[in-house]
C-alpha cells in the first residue's frame, strides 16, 4: 500500500457544526502532516506530528485540532470554522520527519467549504 | 530559513512540444534535496522527480528531467514531448532535512 486515503473527499460545514477530517496510511511512515490550501497557492503547514506527537504547530488557530490516534491514523478536528476556513485541506506522510530523500506521499485532500 | 521561488506564474505549450519551468531557492544548507510536484485537477500532489544536492547528475524521470545547478541555486523542470495529461499545477520543493519548503507554483497548459 502505497498510498494516504483521505475522507471525505468533500465537506460542507456550518460555523456552528463540528466536523473531523481522516487520514490514514499503511506505509510505515513514522511523520505526518496536515497542509491547508487555498486556490492557486503552494499548500501551508498546519501541523506536524513525528512518532506521534505533535512536533510543530504552526501558529494555526484552536478551532483546528489535531489528533494521532496511531502511527497510521491523523485526524484533524474542526469546530466554529469561518469561511475563510474554506481550503482543500491535504493530509501527507513521510517516512522520518528527518528523512528529506523520499520526500511526502500526499493524500487528495478533503475540500472543504464553511458556510 | 529557505525560500523557493517560481518566477512563471503561467505557462503553456503545444502538445508534443517541449517547456521548461523555473525554479530558484535560497539556502545556507549543503546537503539537502529538491522536488518537482504535479497538482492535476484532481487535486492529489503527484511527485514527478528528486534531485540529492550532494549528486552532480542530472536527474531524469521518462519526459521529465531537471537542470541542477548548485552554485546558482537553480532547479528547473524540462518535459519533453508534452500531453495534455501534463496539465497541472506544479510546485517546486526544497527540503533541507526537517520541512518541505514550496514554490508559489506554475500552472502549466498543454494546447492540443
Known amino acids: 500500500d502505497t498510498e494516504v486515503t483521505q475522507t471525505p473527499k468533500h465537506l460542507v460545514m456550518g460555523m456552528t457544526n463540528k466536523k473531523s477530517l481522516k487520514c490514514e496510511q499503511h506505509m510505515g511512515h513514522r511523520a505526518m502532516y496536515w497542509y491547508k490550501q487555498k486556490a492557486k497557492k503552494p499548500p501551508e503547514l498546519m501541523f506536524v506530528?513525528?512518532?506521534?506527537?505533535?512536533?510543530i504547530n504552526e501558529s494555526v488557530p484552536s478551532r483546528f485540532s489535531p489528533e494521532c490516534p496511531n502511527s497510521s491514523l491523523l485526524n484533524l478536528h474542526l469546530h466554529a470554522l469561518q469561511p475563510e476556513d474554506s481550503a482543500l485541506y491535504l493530509c501527507a506522510s513521510s517516512q522520518d520527519l528527518w528523512q528529506g530523500v523520499d520526500g511526502y506521499t500526499f493524500g487528495s485532500g478533503t475540500r472543504l467549504t464553511v458556510v | 530559513a529557505q525560500t523557493v521561488t517560481q518566477s512563471q506564474p503561467e505557462m503553456s505549450v503545444q502538445e508534443a512540444e517541449t517547456v521548461t519551468l523555473s525554479c530558484t531557492y535560497d539556502?545556507?544548507?549543503?546537503?539537502?534535496?529538491l522536488f518537482w510536484y504535479k497538482q492535476p485537477p484532481s487535486r492529489q500532489m503527484i511527485l514527478v522527480i528528486r534531485?540529492?544536492?550532494?549528486?552532480?547528475q542530472n536527474a531524469t524521470e521518462n519526459r521529465f528531467s531537471v537542470n541542477f545547478q548548485k552554485a546558482a541555486k537553480s532547479f528547473s523542470l524540462k518535459i519533453s514531448d508534452s500531453q495534455l495529461g501534463d496539465t497541472a499545477m506544479y510546485f517546486c520543493a526544497f527540503n533541507g532535512g526537517n520541512m518541505l519548503t514550496f514554490g508559489g507554483g506554475t500552472r502549466l497548459m498543454v494546447k492540443p
Open positions: 539556502t545556507s544548507e549543503n546537503n539537502y534535496y
Open positions: 534531485q540529492e544536492a550532494y549528486k552532480q
Open positions: 506530528y513525528s512518532y506521534e506527537k505533535l512536533s
